[in-house]
């Protein structure tokens, strides 16, 4: 994990790059927001839904007070409010259906909080697509959900319509994470049910009754226990995000400034394999990541069980096969056909940039009278070189991305032999413990050697797994490098050989490249 000084260099060295590309306000936005983010350092949360749905209201009813927010039927929220709630920022925003500025505004924040409160209400149309399409991008970023919903209608929250109001959420995330392919998004969501009008007026008049009657204890406590599980962890993760997408917008003005249409179109496919590069890894690390923490118990479990030396190691050998490398493979399949994919889109938008010029010749001919036919004669010479400077470029790429289809694969088996070696020592050492263990005839002895056992067994079976990830994580890198760095230099080389006149702001992306988190 980068430091504080790395932080404040890296944003330095980003507002040098790019102050003449975007306005001092926006500089100073950009390097306000890190400044704040690392001063505090504490999570962040940000109160989300349909306008109409009760934002305000529920805001007022978690502070105990009617003028904390504004309320209304219509979206009165048009900026961006803080409060500090038990010590943490929570913030109040436009409506993801509210005017189009306000919504921007929305979305730009979304990227800066850790804790989404994605609040909808009963009495409207809680079920249209468009609520779920942006639940589901809310978890893909990896952001920790809680669907608030504003029971307006009053119903008892044990009641039969509660049920099925719940199922209906229920199933509509199903299908939404069906559509978007987020297996069992139900279980990267929580969900409370609050009466927020309620709730405010218990706690205004000081009714116990209401308050309880509101259930906003419950939403109280699932805040906290999200705030709880938020480390610096996810409030790093935050920052690395927004740190990215602020370079990547400003890449975006550089890609727009250079006017070449083929330098244009291979800066567009540098940024693209770059930010591929960045995601593919993500995912990756991720997969493995989830599996380990599977892997690490079926070893404890065999431990504790007093399995053999044999089936231990049949336990590896089938969890690798089955529950990790089928997955990983499947995914650098997914990796190489992407790739191939955009390579030959790149391929059909050269040529048919060149069919332009071929057309801009006929008409130059047909047409004796143009007065700027020496240079049009001068700029169709140099496309044309261009053209078969990108062609013979593409056939290289390609040829490389049939390489690398098979690449991993050794890869993997000189990972899995150099891990094999580790795993051996780790058994051997566990299974000499759980002899000595056997060997104890005193019960008060025999009793402290169990209790050292299963130490033993817990401490190890997570040492294993961190050496294995530690192993898979740095061939992911390995392989990841190989791929993408060759097809990312041959394209950078044939950037700088198609103009030159935009050296210095293809200087300034790639010193932004190098600073991404």
Same mark, same amino acid.
């Given at each position: ?283 990756? =690390? ?118 690398? =289809? ?60 961190? =050496? ?50």
């Amino acid at each position: 994990m980068i430091n504080q000084n790395d932080y404040k260099e890296i944003v330095q060295d980003v507002v040098k790059y790019s102050r003449e590309l975007v306005s001092d306000s926006e500089l100073n936005k950009f390097q306000k927001h890190v400044e704040n983010k690392l001063e505090s350092f504490k999570p962040t949360l940000m109160v989300y839904g349909t306008y109409n749905a009760g934002k305000s209201t529920l805001l007022n009813a978690l502070f105990g007070k009617e003028e904390m927010a504004k309320t209304g039927d219509a979206p009165e929220t048009s900026t961006i409010s803080a409060y500090i709630y038990n010590g943490y920022t929570i913030y109040d925003t436009p409506g993801i259906n509210a005017p189009q500025e306000h919504e921007e505004v929305t979305t730009e924040h979304l990227k800066k909080c850790e804790i989404i409160l994605f609040v909808i209400s009963n009495d409207g149309s809680f079920e249209e697509e468009y609520i779920y399409k942006k639940i589901s991008e809310i978890v893909k970023s990896n952001k920790p959900l809680l669907i608030v919903v504003n029971n307006k209608k009053g119903n008892d929250i044990d009641s039969k319509e509660t049920i099925q109001e719940i199922n209906k959420i229920n199933i509509n995330l199903s299908k939404i994470g069906d559509q978007e392919g987020i297996k069992n998004i139900e279980e990267k969501v929580s969900l409370v049910i609050v009466d927020a009008l309620t709730a405010l007026e218990g706690k205004i008049e000081n009714e116990q009754e209401l308050i309880e009657e509101s259930n906003i204890f419950q939403l109280e406590m699932s805040i906290n226990k999200l705030l709880d599980n938020v480390g610096s962890n996810e409030v790093v993760h935050t920052l690395n995000i927004y740190i990215n997408q602020y370079i990547d917008n400003i890449i975006s003005k550089i890609d727009k400034q250079i006017d070449n249409p083929e330098l244009q179109k291979t800066e567009e496919i540098l940024t693209f394999l770059e930010k591929f590069k960045n995601k593919s890894e993500i995912e990756l =690390k991720n997969i493995i990541h989830k599996k380990m923490n599977i892997f690490e118990s079926g070893i404890k479990e065999r431990f504790l069980n007093d399995s053999s030396e044999e089936e231990i190691y049949q336990y590896l050998e089938s969890f690798l096969d089955d529950e990790l490398i089928s997955q990983i493979k499947l995914k650098f399949e997914a990796i190489s056909n992407e790739l191939q994919l955009r390579v030959e889109q790149f391929s059909e938008d050269m040529k048919a940039i060149n069919i332009g010029y071929d057309k801009i010749k006929i008409d130059n001919n047909e047409n004796n009278a143009l007065e700027s036919s020496s240079f049009i004669e001068d700029t169709l010479k140099e496309a044309l070189s261009n053209k078969e400077l990108v062609t013979n470029i593409t056939k290289e790429v390609l040829l490389k991305l049939r390489e690398f =289809k098979i690449l991993f694969k050794g890869k993997w088996e000189k990972t899995l032999g150099k891990y094999a070696e580790r795993f051996a020592t780790a058994v051997n050492v566990l299974v000499g413990v759980y002899e000595i263990h056997q060997s104890v005839s005193s019960h008060n002895k025999e009793v402290e050697r169990q209790r050292q056992y299963v130490l033993s067994a817990k401490n190890k079976s997570a040492e294993i797994a961190d =050496k294995l990830k530690d192993d898979l994580f740095s061939s992911i890198d390995s392989i990841l490098d190989e791929i993408f760095n060759v097809l990312i230099q041959d394209f950078r080389k044939a950037s700088f050989d198609l103009n030159k006149n935009y050296k210095d702001l293809i200087m300034i992306k790639d010193n932004l490249l190098e600073l991404k988190i």
